[in-house]
């Protein structure tokens, strides 16, 4: 059972390189989120899709694009990184979105902007 | 004001201790209420989910809720060196998509 699964782990970009973090998950879930956790900020919510076909902007969404693939991926695109997107990012997921059901995280990917 | 706040630490403590984590918050209207661990290098972990006030056990973790308070608390009994760890506190008031989390606690047990 892999639950929520990101790629890559690690990624080095050159300032206005552009990449895109993929995210998928088995659990069935509905509302799907992308979060940057950086040293003394804790976890910040990027963006979020509440369900299939819909997307909405979070506390810091500036500088980054996200795509619902389908239920199962969520995508985050950054067109053109810049340094201050140095983070670790991690994709989650919940049933419905709301606190009767928690989310549940994949194991980031450590993003590198120089 | 931030809505949730932590304890960052680090909490140093030998093994065989028992632990206490809080958290307090200032919504009144949250209602549910999450702790996930955060292994190095790994992505936060759902240990614990209460609803409301009271105690929730599992195995040697123990959750507690206080709303009167706003105040809620993770307790380790027994603590291994596998426990060491960042903890973070999260909580929803079953607004959609709205989910609020401290900045962790950093706990190192040693052996």
């Known amino acids: 059972n892999a639950g929520v699964t990101q790629t890559p782990k690690f990624q080095v970009l050159k300032t206005g390189q552009s990449m895109t973090l993929q995210c998928a998950q088995d659990?069935?879930?509905?509302?799907m989120y992308w979060y940057r956790q950086d040293p003394g900020m804790g976890l910040r919510l990027i963006y979020y899709?509440?369900?299939?076909?819909?997307?909405d902007k979070g506390e810091v969404p500036n500088g980054y694009n996200v795509s619902r693939l389908n239920k199962r991926e969520f995508s985050l695109r950054l067109e053109s990184a810049a340094p201050s997107q140095t983070s670790v990012y991690f994709c989650?997921?919940?049933?419905?979105?709301?606190?009767?059901?928690?989310?549940?995280f994949g194991n980031g990917t450590r993003l590198t902007v120089t | 004001q931030k809505e949730v706040e932590q304890d960052p630490g680090p909490l140093s403590v030998p093994e065989g201790a028992i632990v206490s984590l809080n958290c307090t918050y200032s919504?009144?209207?949250?209602?549910?209420f999450m702790w996930y661990r955060q292994y190095s290098r790994k992505g936060p972990e759902l240990l614990m989910y209460?609803?409301?006030?009271g105690n929730k056990e599992d195995g040697r973790f123990t959750a507690q809720v206080d709303k009167s308070s706003k105040y809620i608390s993770l307790f380790i009994r027994d603590s291994q060196p596998s426990d060491s760890a960042t903890y973070l506190c999260?909580?929803?008031?079953?607004?959609?998509?709205?989910?609020?989390f401290g900045s962790g606690t950093k706990l190192n047990v040693k052996p």
């Open positions: 919504n009144s209207a949250f209602q549910y």
């Open positions: 209460t609803y409301s006030s």
């Open positions: 659990m069935n879930h509905n509302s």
């Open positions: 999260a909580m929803n008031g079953n607004n959609f998509n709205k989910f609020y």
């Open positions: 989650a997921s919940s049933f419905s979105g709301t606190g009767d059901s928690p989310l549940h």
């Open positions: 899709s509440a369900s299939e076909g819909t997307t």
